[in-house]
Nanobody
Framework: VQLQASGGGLVQPGGSLRLSCEFS????????MGWFRQAPGKEREFVAA???????WYGDPAKGRFTIARDNAKNTVYLQMNRLKPEDTAVYYC????????????????WGQGTLVTVSS
């Protein structure tokens, strides 16, 4: 499994970004997918996850502002981020876990390289 995250960039506070993560490998539809982030000087934290049956889970920073979705026809998972704040600045990583959903780093065995999101005026 290989994961390629994209869509990061510089955005003003209150703006929006959509991150994408392209999955290369067999049976994407059977994987749970997750997004994590790591801000400078901080530990990696859980952002959101989506199960193979489209169930979704969100970490506290994402609730009410971010939406995770998947397109099995495109082998891609998305993270729509709205009402961004400076504290959302981080490298965002996508991750894959076969079958069962997870919400911790240890749950996911495959990781992408990360995409940088900077929220600043």
């Amino acid at each position: 499994v290989q994961l390629q995250a994209s869509g990061g960039g510089l955005v003003q506070p209150g703006g929006s970004l959509r991150l994408s993560c392209e999955f290369s490998g067999p049976a994407f539809s059977r994987y749970a997918m997750g997004w994590f982030r790591q801000a400078p000087g901080k530990e990696r934290e859980f952002v959101a996850a989506i199960s193979s049956s489209d169930g979704t889970w969100y970490g506290d920073p994402a609730k009410g502002r971010f939406t995770i979705a998947r397109d099995n026809a495109k082998n891609t998972v998305y993270l729509q981020m709205n009402r961004l704040k400076p504290e959302d600045t981080a490298v965002y990583y996508c991750a894959a876990r076969f079958r069962d959903i997870g919400t911790t780093e240890a749950d996911f065995g495959s990781w992408g390289q990360g995409t940088l999101v900077t929220v600043s005026s």
